[in-house]
C-alpha cells in the first residue's frame, strides 16, 4: 500500500474520539446548569416561602431582654419595647478607678433604654447578611439584640458634678515640725480632682457604641500642693540647732574670782525655734524665741551656785540673742557679788557705816527700803550695796585721781606719775565727802544743783550720793547773783560733800579725765 494512504487512514480515528468528548462536555455543562437553576429556584422558593413574611416584620427568633419579638413589626415591638424597659430594673453606671467605685443610678445619671431605636436595630437583624443565616433563624437560632440607650449628658454632668466632691482628693502640703532636737518633714503630695468634661465626654461616647454595662475610669486633674517643698526651711533649722552659745561669767568678791561656765547646744537651742507657717509666701519660717531665750536665762541665774550673786539676766540674755543670731559663739558675763549683810554695832550711825564701806549713805538708804535708819539698834541686819554700784565701768588703763581729805588735795596720775597735783575743798563734817574706790561716771560742762540753786562748771560725777544726786568734781560753785562760792577756802572743808577746784584745774581735769578713770578718795 502506498505510503500516502496510510497517512490518510490514520487521520480519520482520531476525529471520531473528539466528536464523543463533546458530547461529554456538553452534557455535563448541561447538568450542572439544571443543578445550578434547581438551587436557585429553591433558594428563591425557601426566601418566597420562608421569608416573604418577614419582610416588613422582624425576623424570627429575635430577642431583647428575653423577650421574641420575631414576627413584630417595628412599631409593635417598640410598644412592646416600652412596656418591657418600663418594668425593667435599671441599673447604675459605674465609675472605678481600681482603688475606689462609685455607683450612679442610671437614671440620675442621664440614661434612658430605647424602645423605637431599639426595635429598629431588632427588624434590622439578618437584614444585610446571606439567605443561610436567615434561613438558620428562621430554623430557630436565637439572635439576642442588646438595648440601645440614650443618654443626657446634662444629666451625666450634674450627676458627676455632685459626685465630685466624694471623687476629689486633696493635695498635701509639706509640712516642718521639731520635735525635741530633731527637725521632721512631712513630704508634698498631688491631689486630684474629676475632670468632669472629659469623664463626659468618655461616657456619652462609650454609652452611645457600646452600652452602660462597663466601668467608667474616671479621668482626673492634679492639684498641686500649696507647699511643694520644705528642703530650705529644713536646712536653716538644721543649721540653726547646730550653733553653741557658750556663757562665761565671772565676779571678784573679796578679792577672789569665782567663774562659771554654761554651754548651750542643741537640746536647749531646740527649745528656742519656733516653726511657723508663713502665709504671704506659703512656706515655712524658723524663728528664735526671745522669751524662750530670756526662760534659759532667768533658770542659768537662779542656779544654786550662782544664785547669790547678781546676775544681769536681762543684759545676759540680749547678748545670747546677738550672739546667737551671729552663728554663735561665747557671752561674757560679769556678775555682781552676792548682797554684803552688816549687823549695827553700837554707836553706828549711817554715815558711820556708809564710811567703814565706801559706800555713800543714800545707797545704802535704797538697797534697805522699809528700814528707819535713823533708829538703828544694835543686831540689826542692813544690806550694803556691792561695790560694782560704785565702779560700773572698765577701768582706763594708766589713770588714776587720788583726793586725800586730810591734805585736802588732789592730785592726778598718769601711766604711775604724778601729772598734777591740787588744792581742793571737800565736805563738810555735816555733808562729808565719802571715802573709797570710784570712777569717773558721767561729765557735764555746767551742771546745776537745785538743793542749793548752786552752777557747777566742768562738773565730773564720782558717786551717787542717792535718788539722782551726784558728788563729784568741780569748778567753784557759782550764785544766782553770780558770785563764786567758796572762793578763797581751797584747801580746807568747805562743801556740800562734792570736790571743789580751782577754775583752771577743774577745767584741766574735765578735759583730761573721761569716763572709768579710777578715783580714790581717801
Known amino acids: 500500500m502506498p505510503q500516502g494512504a496510510r497517512t490518510n487512514g490514520n487521520h480519520q480515528k482520531p476525529h471520531k474520539r473528539s466528536s464523543r468528548g463533546c458530547l461529554l462536555i456538553g452534557f455535563v455543562t448541561l447538568l450542572l446548569l439544571l443543578l445550578i ?11 418566597r416561602t420562608a421569608l416573604a413574611p418577614y419582610e416588613t416584620v422582624i425576623y424570627p427568633n429575635v430577642y431583647v431582654l428575653g423577650e421574641n419579638l420575631g414576627g413584630l413589626p417595628p412599631g409593635e415591638a417598640t410598644q412592646r419595647l416600652e412596656r418591657i424597659f418600663a418594668s425593667h430594673d435599671y441599673g447604675y453606671l459605674i465609675l472605678s478607678d481600681g482603688d475606689h467605685t462609685w455607683r450612679v ?14 426595635a429598629r436595630q431588632a427588624f434590622a437583624v439578618g437584614r444585610q447578611e446571606g439567605w443561610r443565616t436567615v434561613l ?3 430554623l430557630g437560632e436565637r439572635r439576642d439584640v442588646p438595648p440601645v440607650f440614650t443618654i443626657d449628658a446634662a444629666a451625666t454632668r450634674h450627676a458627676l458634678e455632685q459626685l465630685a466632691e466624694q471623687i476629689r482628693e486633696p493635695p498635701t502640703d509639706a509640712a516642718l515640725r521639731l520635735e525635741g532636737d530633731q527637725v521632721l518633714v512631712t513630704p508634698s503630695q498631688q491631689g486630684r480632682e474629676l475632670d468632669v468634661d472629659a469623664t463626659v465626654e468618655k461616657i456619652v461616647d462609650t454609652v452611645t457604641h457600646l452600652g452602660p454595662d462597663y466601668p467608667f475610669a474616671p479621668t482626673y486633674r492634679s492639684i498641686p500642693p500649696r507647699i511643694a517643698d520644705v528642703g530650705a526651711s529644713m536646712a536653716l533649722a538644721e543649721e540653726m540647732l547646730t550653733r553653741e552659745v557658750r556663757v562665761a561669767a565671772h565676779g571678784e568678791n573679796e578679792g577672789e574670782t569665782f567663774t562659771w561656765n554654761w554651754t548651750l547646744g542643741r537640746d536647749v537651742v531646740a527649745r528656742w525655734l519656733r516653726v511657723e507657717e508663713t502665709e504671704d509666701n506659703p512656706g515655712f519660717s524658723v524663728q528664735i524665741s526671745e522669751e524662750a531665750v530670756r526662760a534659759t536665762v532667768a533658770t542659768l541665774a537662779s542656779e544654786p551656785e550662782a544664785d547669790d550673786w547678781g546676775f544681769p539676766a536681762g543684759q545676759v540674755a540680749e547678748g545670747v540673742l546677738d550672739t546667737f543670731q551671729a552663728g554663735g559663739g561665747e557671752v561674757a558675763v560679769e556678775l555682781t557679788p552676792p548682797p554684803r549683810i552688816y549687823r549695827v554695832q553700837p554707836g553706828d550711825r549711817l554715815t558711820i557705816i556708809g564710811t567703814r564701806f565706801g559706800m555713800p549713805p543714800g545707797l545704802i538708804a535704797e538697797a534697805n527700803p522699809g528700814v528707819n535708819l535713823d533708829e538703828l539698834y544694835v543686831g540689826q541686819e542692813l544690806i550694803i550695796p556691792p561695790q560694782d554700784v560704785l565702779t560700773p565701768y572698765d577701768p582706763v588703763p594708766g589713770k588714776k585721781i587720788v583726793i586725800s581729805i586730810p591734805e585736802q588735795r588732789l592730785r592726778v596720775y598718769e601711766n604711775d606719775e604724778l601729772l598734777y597735783d591740787w588744792p581742793c575743798s571737800t565736805g563738810m563734817k555735816d555733808s562729808p565727802t565719802i571715802t573709797g574706790e570710784f570712777q569717773v561716771l ?5 551742771a546745776y544743783a537745785s538743793q542749793w540753786d548752786l552752777q557747777m562748771p566742768h562738773f ?8 539722782n544726786t551726784y558728788n563729784g568734781i568741780h569748778a567753784l560753785p557759782i550764785l544766782s547773783n553770780g558770785q563764786r562760792l567758796w572762793a578763797g577756802n581751797l584747801g580746807s572743808r568747805a562743801s556740800y ?6 577754775v583752771e584745774e577743774a577745767e ?7 569716763l572709768g578713770v579710777s578715783v580714790t578718795i581717801e
Open 136 to 138: 438558620s433563624m428562621w
Open 105 to 118: 443610678p442610671w437614671s440620675e445619671a442621664g440614661m434612658r433604654l430605647d424602645p423605637e431605636a431599639t
Open 442 to 446: 558721767s561729765k557735764e560742762e555746767m
Open 460 to 467: 565730773v560725777g564720782v558717786y551717787r550720793a542717792g535718788g
Open 497 to 502: 560733800g562734792c570736790i571743789i577746784l580751782g
Open 37 to 47: 437553576g434547581t438551587a436557585a429556584f429553591s433558594a428563591w422558593m425557601v426566601r
Open 508 to 514: 584741766t581735769l574735765f578735759n583730761w579725765a573721761e
